[in-house]
Nanobody, 115 residues
């Protein structure tokens, strides 16, 4: 089992920044991908950014150049730095890891961007 705990969400004005953290614990051996997704009210969950099994990163077009995913392997933590936030970035943000055919999710953290 893998446990994910997100933190760092909140309310920010348009143009502001936030950094989300995701602490990964449990049986982490075999994790091949990790990243962030988001879900806005009335919309489907969508990819924000992730590390792939090949070690590369990919991002949704809507966040390229504004968001950066990073990780600290010593702390088993994944980060999402969000800059130049827009009201349309408002959503619940979820951390995700993929291990041996199973996708694990955190509980989500709310990000609200006011105009």
């Amino acid at each position: 089992q893998v446990q994910l705990v997100e933190s760092g969400g909140g309310l920010v004005q348009s143009g502001g920044s936030l950094r989300l953290s995701c602490a990964v614990s449990g049986s982490i051996f075999g994790i091949t991908a990790m990243g962030w997704y988001r879900q806005a009210p009335g919309k489907q969950r969508e990819l924000v950014g992730r590390f792939t099994s090949g070690g590369t990163t990919n991002y949704a077009d809507s966040v390229k150049g504004r968001f950066t995913i990073s990780r600290d392997n010593a702390k088993n933590t994944v980060y999402l730095q969000m800059n130049s936030l827009k009201p349309e970035d408002t959503a619940v943000y979820y951390c995700n890891v993929y291990k041996w055919g199973t996708s694990y999710w955190g509980q989500g953290t709310q990000v609200t961007v006011s105009s």
